[in-house]
């Protein structure tokens, strides 16, 4: 089995962390890197936050996680533990998440703030970049959608 960690980059919404972590716990992930200005599960008191709280379902029990103020610096490090780094957004040098396969044990799926994405230094850390290819008007599909996507895919292709 391969062992998955997630970096989440700026990503502003409770939300989507809690529901991150709830896809992340399903999947088998073993650590989530908080980075930036992405929130924890807990308030300042040490308790959990109910909007948290709300969709991770517990999620947050099961799964180690840090917070980091440099997304940079976690990868660096993850490297160095021999991790594959791959993100998700959509640029020149994605490709179709589909038609990527890996032989990797080791997988950081780095996922970016929900309007600005990954900052262009940050990719430049990453070892590929994977798109979910849109066919209708919008864009792009909300970050934890596009993390579901993904990490199944990458666990079992």
């Known amino acids: 089995m391969k062992e998955i960690v997630a970096v989440l980059y700026n990503i502003r919404s409770l939300y989507n962390v809690g529901s991150i972590f709830r896809t992340a716990d399903g999947a088998g992930v073993k650590k989530i890197y908080l980075c930036g200005i992405t929130p924890t599960p807990l308030d300042r008191f040490d308790k959990l936050i109910p909007q948290f709280a709300k969709v991770a379902l517990g999620a947050e029990k099961n799964i180690e996680w840090v917070k980091?103020?440099?997304?940079?610096?976690?990868?660096?490090?993850?490297?160095?533990?021999?991790?594959?780094?791959?993100?998700?957004?959509?640029?020149?040098?994605?490709?179709?998440?589909?038609?990527?396969?890996?032989?990797?044990?080791?997988?950081?799926?780095?996922?970016?703030?929900?309007?600005?994405?990954l900052a262009p230094g940050v990719l430049k850390q990453t070892d590929k970049i994977l798109e979910i290819p849109m066919s209708g008007k919008k864009e792009s599909l909300n970050v934890?959608?596009?993390?579901?996507?993904?990490?199944?895919?990458?666990?079992?292709?």
Do not use: M
């Not at 934890?144 to 292709?157: E, H, K, Q, S």
């Open 68 to 117: 980091l103020k440099s997304t940079i610096s976690a990868i660096k490090d993850l490297k160095k533990q021999d991790f594959e780094i791959i993100a998700i957004e959509q640029t020149k040098k994605s490709i179709p998440y589909f038609k990527y396969k890996t032989k990797a044990k080791k997988i950081a799926l780095v996922l970016g703030n929900e309007i600005k994405g």
């Open 144 to 157: 934890t959608i596009a993390f579901g996507v993904v990490i199944y895919r990458l666990l079992y292709y």
